[in-house]
């Protein structure tokens, strides 16, 4: 599919909010739906079955139809693609999620594509958006609702790597078996690797492995914080700077692959007119199907050993408040120190690796120049050296 022709794009909340989506479908199959109890439980089937004549649903046949940005999704984002018709815009194709925190799912609520563009692959380039943001948010799965009529749907979502999880007999009526409508909840699970600590080699990098190490980078902070990422332009540069600590900084190897690295450079404290040389580090990242695995615990902790070993007293960084803290690392302001504005905030993270190796001289943060210096002419240059998905709107992002 030509994505440029079809661009999908963030569908605002401000433009979209209560615009109908005109769902509609013919199906010529059902998944009948057998419930029996007897002594030893309950026994289900669900059997795909011809109808005796086609089953046509409408947009118009609904109470409540399907709209983008229903009030009771109130942390809904949605995605979609929007055509020109004389001078107005119409939705041509959508999907939206909601984040279901208590469980640490995302709900898909809403997946419509008009019917002059289905079988062109745009389905499947939405479904991938969503399991880009379930990535991102490390949601545990994806679900989904459909009705046993409605088999074009289903058989998409199989293709998906969707998998059947329950059914509601009586969700839209009392009569759902009869009527041939029976919800079929759906979830899809991010297949994440695993390996044994035993098994990662935590190493220097080598020079004819610096476009990979990049790569790890890009990947694994693409449309995170930002649109696109320029973590992979940083481990470009960082290596050419003074500041840069080599001796310290690590790839992580899995089987032959490389999954993960850390980059050091030394930085500074700045009290009156004293300075004390510290440390900071960034990226920290791991591929995103290496997440989760324990690597980038690993390269935290190897690192901070050689770094106690080559004498640094400390660590300053920003980075994720939710995952520093589980490493030992604190907030700036249990030390006295502030950023070089005098500020403080949840991500502005230290650790001290000797006691009292910040806290003793706290003072103002002063990061290496090359962490500020990657302008956006220079970060596109280096991109178009990688296959990159496509810059998206994600609710995670910063700004």
Known sequence: MDLEQYKIIHLLKEQWKNVSIPMRYTTEEYYDVKMQKDSDGFHVDLIKTKLAEPIFHYPEEYDFPDKLYQEHWQKAFAWGIVEEMEGKQELAAC??????????????????????????????????????QADLEHRRAVILETQSCNVPAISFYLKEGFELIGFDSCCYSNRDID??????????????NKVDKNDIIIREETQKEYHIVEEVALRAFWNKHHLGCNEHLLVHK??????????????????????????????????????????????????????????????????????KQQGFEGIV????????????????????????????????????????????????????????????????????????????KFPCQWD
């Open 317 to 392: 960084i920003f980075g994720e408040p939710d995952y520093y803290p589980l490493h030992g690392f604190k907030t700036c302001n249990q030390f006295g120190i502030t950023t070089i504005d005098g500020k403080n905030f949840d991500s502005f993270l230290g650790i001290e690796l000797v006691e009292g190796g910040l806290a003793e001289f706290g003072g103002k943060f002063i990061e290496p120049k090359v962490f500020e210096e990657l302008p956006e002419e220079e970060n596109e240059e280096l991109t178009k050296r990688f296959r990159t998905p496509a810059k998206q």
């Open 179 to 192: 009527r041939k409508e029976v919800r079929l909840d759906f979830g899809y699970f991010p297949r994440k």
């Open 95 to 132: 999907i939206e999620t909601c984040p279901e925190d208590w469980s640490n799912r995302l709900i898909v609520t809403e997946l419509w594509v008009h019917e002059k563009l289905r079988r062109k692959g745009i389905g499947h380039a939405l479904m991938e958006v969503v399991k880009q």
């Open 238 to 307: 960082i290596r050419k700077s003074e500041a840069y600590v080599p001796q310290i900084s690590r790839v992580a190897e899995v089987n032959g692959q490389i999954a993960g690295v850390i980059c050091y450079a030394k930085a500074h404290l700045q009290n009156g007119d004293a300075e004390k040389e510290i440390l900071t580090f960034g990226p920290l990242c791991v591929l995103p199907e290496w997440q989760g695995c324990g690597i980038g615990g690993e390269l935290l902790e190897q690192t901070l050993e050689l770094a």
